[in-house]
Nanobody, 127 residues
Framework: EVQLQASGGGLVQAGGSLRLSCVAS????????ISWFRQAPGKEREGVSS????????YYSDSVKGRFTISRDNARNTVYLQMSSLKPEDTAVYYC????????????????????WGRGTQVTVSS
């Protein structure tokens, strides 16, 4: 059974930092890209960042570029999202999801490209 568990969320003031973790199991982690999405109340799920299976390529949405950094540790089946300079508009539930590397350059931010989703973690940024 594919499992993806996001953690590390919390309440932080604007300008602060958080590090999210996504621990995966039930599939060959080394062969899959992992992406982070977020969803704020009343809004569509939005692609935030993605990393290829071998960490060779990383993608970021324009809204987080320069503030967030994605990384992975294949030995621990874990992907991280280091979030800095947080803004109130970053407030959302954050999810991680897995897919193959193929076509990732155009597919990564599209939530319809992912089949398995884990339980998210809430990030709240106060102004």
């Amino acid at each position: 059974e594919v499992q993806l568990q996001a953690s590390g969320g919390g309440l932080v003031q604007a300008g602060g930092s958080l590090r999210l973790s996504c621990v995966a199991s039930g599939f060959s982690f080394d062969d899959y890209a992992i992406s982070w999405f977020r969803q704020a109340p009343g809004k569509e799920r939005e692609g935030v960042s993605s990393i290829t299976s071998n960490s060779g390529i990383r993608y970021y949405s324009d809204s987080v570029k320069g503030r967030f950094t994605i990384s992975r540790d294949n030995a621990r089946n874990t992907v991280y999202l280091q979030m800095s300079s947080l803004k109130p508009e970053d407030t959302a539930v954050y999810y991680c999801a897995a897919r193959g590397d193929y076509g990732l350059n155009y597919a990564w931010p599209l939530h319809t490209e992912y089949k398995d989703w884990g339980r998210g973690t809430q990030v709240t940024v106060s102004s």
